[in-house]
Every structure is written in C-alpha cells, then in structure tokens.
C-alpha cells in the first residue's frame, strides 16, 4: 500500500489511514433498515472484508429524520446500533443525522434495532475514521 497519512496529520505515522482506505481510496456501502419490515437488522461485514471491499468499518453516517411516503409522513424514533466485541452502543436520536466513530473489531458485527412502523433510517458505513458530529433535521 501506499505510504499515505491521509487528510489528518494525526494519522501520519500511525498506518490507521493505510489500513481503513485500502489503497487510499474511502470506501463506502450504504443501507436503509426500513423498520415497517422488522425491528432489527444484523450486519456481519466478514464477506465485505474478505473480498477487500470494506477493509474495515471506521464511521457510521446515518439519517434518522422523518420522511414523507405513500402513507403520509413516518415518524422517526430513536434507533440502537449495538456492535459486537466491543459492546459499543450507540444511539441515533430521532430527527437527526450526523457521524459516528466506531470502535470495532477487524470483522464488526452489529444489530440496528428500531421501533415498528417508524421512519426508515438510511446508514453509510465508511472505511475511514472521522469524528463524531450529529446534527438535528
């Protein structure tokens, strides 16, 4: 790989950015857990890494805002991404979207778990770490 220390100056030196970027370039894979389907959502990105699509999970981007639809409007409610062997959990309030670090194993496995009926919440994960920052919409 490149010997690259990406956009932060505290990744130079640290080989973080080689690891997460694959070749410096940032991956991404977007999902939508549309909780009017089932309450929980498992991910177990070991394929995705396997196949050096998604090295490693460092952010989550999420949309937990309501929507309009068909039916009318969705409202959002608070949504729980539980991530195993770190037991990290984080909680993504309603009406809002924003990034989330995620502090997880080399193949995260984790669990969106929602309320029935509510607004879907769309998720990007990304290869790349960024700092936490969420916002109301």
């Known amino acids: 790989m490149p010997n690259y ?20 370039a940032i991956k991404a894979v977007p999902v939508v857990c549309d909780f ?3 309450d929980a959502f498992d991910f177990d990105l070991l394929y995705a890494q396997q196949q050096e699509f998604l090295p490693a999970l460092g952010t ?3 949309d937990n805002a309501r929507i309009t ?5 969705a409202t959002a409610s608070p949504v ?6 770190t ?12 990034y989330l670090p995620v502090l997880s194993p080399r193949t995260p496995r984790f669990s969106v778990t929602g309320v029935s009926n509510s607004a879907p919440v769309q ?6 770490l960024l700092p936490g920052l969420t916002w109301t919409v």
Not at 6 to 14: A, L, V
Not at 90 to 98: F, S, Y
Not at 123 to 128: D, F, G, K, R
């Open 87 to 98: 037991d990290q959990r984080l909680v993504l309030a309603a009406d809002t979207q924003g």
């Open 80 to 85: 729980t991404v539980q991530f195993a062997g």
């Open 60 to 62: 989550i981007y999420f």
């Open 36 to 38: 009017a389907l089932q």
């Open 5 to 24: 220390g990406g956009p932060n100056s505290n990744f130079q030196g640290s080989n973080i950015w080689e690891q997460l970027s694959c070749d410096g």
């Open 69 to 73: 639809g068909a039916n009318g409007p």
């Open 123 to 128: 998720i990007i994960m990304l290869s790349v």
